[in-house]
């Protein structure tokens, strides 16, 4: 299991907009990723994600199609 901090920040303001993902399998995290992501309600905006946990080999593999802009604790 992987718990993943998803945050996304508006380029033109200081709001935010943040989640927490637990998942199990790369579909599920890849597929709540997508669900946070058309939650956007900004035009310019960057995602930083961040893992809650130490992550394991198997949850580097869960995350793989995300983890550019990961920050560890």
């Known amino acids: 299991m992987v ?6 920040f508006d ?3 200081n709001a935010f907009l943040g989640s927490t993902i637990f ?13 946070f992501e058309k939650k956007i309600p900004f035009s310019k ?4 994600i961040e893992s809650l946990d130490d992550l394991t080999e198997q949850g580097m ?13």
């Open 3 to 8: 718990k993943i901090s998803v945050m996304a």
């Open 61 to 73: 593999k869960i995350i793989e199609d995300h983890y550019i802009n990961l920050n560890f604790k």
């Open 11 to 13: 380029k033109n303001t």
């Open 45 to 48: 905006y960057y995602i930083e």
């Open 23 to 35: 998942s199990d399998s790369k579909q599920d995290f890849n597929q709540k990723y997508e669900e």
